[in-house]
């Protein structure tokens, strides 16, 4: 006969279920006694304001960081080619094109960076300046932006640049104004090189106004002028700018790459182009993090006394319970089913009432960043959910485990 299925044990197993359910009974039904309903009451509401505080925090950081990164990185492209060893590789036309047609690729645009000096009869200042394409993938964008002016980087010997450095350099829109700029040159191995710079002037074409960041660091050209500035070959570029339009696998794209262009090359992402600034972010998030589970983990002492209290006032219930058979680990469970119980009720209904305020911000605009009209940026992902609804149910498991065990000690 198979002992599992015996009377007895069929009875055991079915007298084991009570746990759960006194436990839920003891979580739903109201005591006689108004202080223990309080004391119930206020632990399961500082478990709700914990769940609610901590994802509406790390939602709102993470809105933030959302909302810095479409301005520090607005003009890094997806994905960048550049090259492992030295400043430029070369790479013809033709295997560009086999690059554009990759599944999942929509631009692919050679650039040509170099830190120059430009300058005037008054003043000066020093710039990335970027050589570009005219079909380049932030064209439109950057002509959108324009303060004055047009972007065209089919001109040559022209430059588009920052309201900022325009201002600190004095700049005219005029056809008599004109900024020199000067480049070290990459190739000055030639016995009749005198000088290991090149200078060319190069007319105002627009000015364009985004961040002061960035309009002090970036100015653009057309490729073929800071090609003869810098003095490298036709074809070479500092690096080869891709977007995709999701679908692109990286690790594939890898292997193309390397197989098309024959070159050591690296394949960077917008957080291996800006490390220190992700790395900042990503320190600032734990550190967000592990500050407000501290406070929901002071919450906590409120579900300790709210199980303490409940172990108090069933005593007469739980010397019912074991004389009709019940032991000490039963009775010690029931708590701990009571305290878990509790914890993930309250964790769920907190997640619940923090997604509606998320919600409400984002459709109504509630809050504004101070001193702006621009609303407080704030981002609801599931990564964040599913963080506090597990920080919150594992201190609670926790919680529960240690108070149940030793508020029914033997000795007791």
């Not at 009377?7 to 009974?25: D, E, G, H, N, Q």
């Not at 609801?380 to 000690?409: D, E, P, Q, R």
């Amino acid at each position: 006969m198979n002992l599992s299925t015996t009377p007895i044990t069929l009875l055991v197993k079915m007298f084991k279920s009570y746990i759960y359910k006194i436990a839920v009974r003891y979580f739903f039904s109201k005591d006689k006694k108004t202080i223990v309903n309080r004391i119930n009451g206020f632990a399961f509401f500082m478990i709700i304001t914990a769940a609610c505080v901590l994802l509406l925090v790390l939602s709102g950081f993470s809105g933030l960081k959302e909302f810095g990164l479409t301005y520090t990185s607005s003009f890094d492209p997806e994905l960048k080619i550049v090259p492992v060893n030295g400043v430029y590789f070369t790479v013809d036309q033709e295997k560009l094109g086999l690059l554009k047609k990759i599944r999942g690729v929509v631009s692919v645009s050679p650039v040509l960076e170099e830190k120059v000096l430009l300058s005037n009869e008054l003043n000066s200042g020093t710039v990335l300046l970027k050589g570009v394409n005219a079909d380049y993938y932030m064209g439109k964008m950057l002509d959108s932006l324009s303060l004055i002016g047009t972007f065209s980087p089919n001109k040559p010997n022209t430059i588009y640049l920052g309201a900022d450095l325009a201002s600190s350099l004095e700049v005219v829109m005029s056809k008599d104004f004109s900024l020199l700029a000067t480049a070290a040159k990459k190739d000055s191995r030639s016995l009749f090189s005198f000088s290991p710079f090149n200078n060319q002037l190069l007319n105002i074409e627009g000015i364009y106004q985004i961040s002061s960041d960035i309009e002090k660091k970036y100015a653009f050209t057309s490729l073929n002028t800071i090609s003869s500035l810098m003095g490298v070959p036709e074809n070479s570029y500092t690096a080869v700018e891709i977007t995709s339009n999701g679908t692109l696998n990286i690790n594939n794209f890898k292997d193309d790459v390397s197989d098309l262009l024959n070159a050591d090359l690296a394949l960077l992402n917008k957080e291996d182009m800006n490390p220190a600034l992700y790395k900042m972010l990503n320190t600032e998030n734990l550190a967000v993090y592990l500050i407000f589970s501290l406070v929901a983990l002071i919450s906590m002492f409120n579900l300790i006394g709210s199980i303490t209290i409940m172990i108090v006032e069933k005593k007469k219930d739980l010397r019912v319970l074991k004389i009709l058979g019940g032991q000490k680990k039963d009775l010690s469970n029931i708590f701990f089913v009571l305290g878990v119980f509790t914890t993930s009720f309250g964790a769920a209904l907190g997640v619940v009432f923090a997604c509606l305020l998320i919600k409400l911000q984002n459709f109504y605009s509630i809050l504004y960043v101070p001193g702006t009209t621009i609303p407080y940026p704030i981002s609801l992902n599931a990564s964040n959910v599913i963080i506090v609804f597990t920080t919150i149910v594992f201190m609670g498991i926790i919680t529960s485990l240690w108070t149940s065990k030793a508020s029914l000690k033997p000795n007791k």
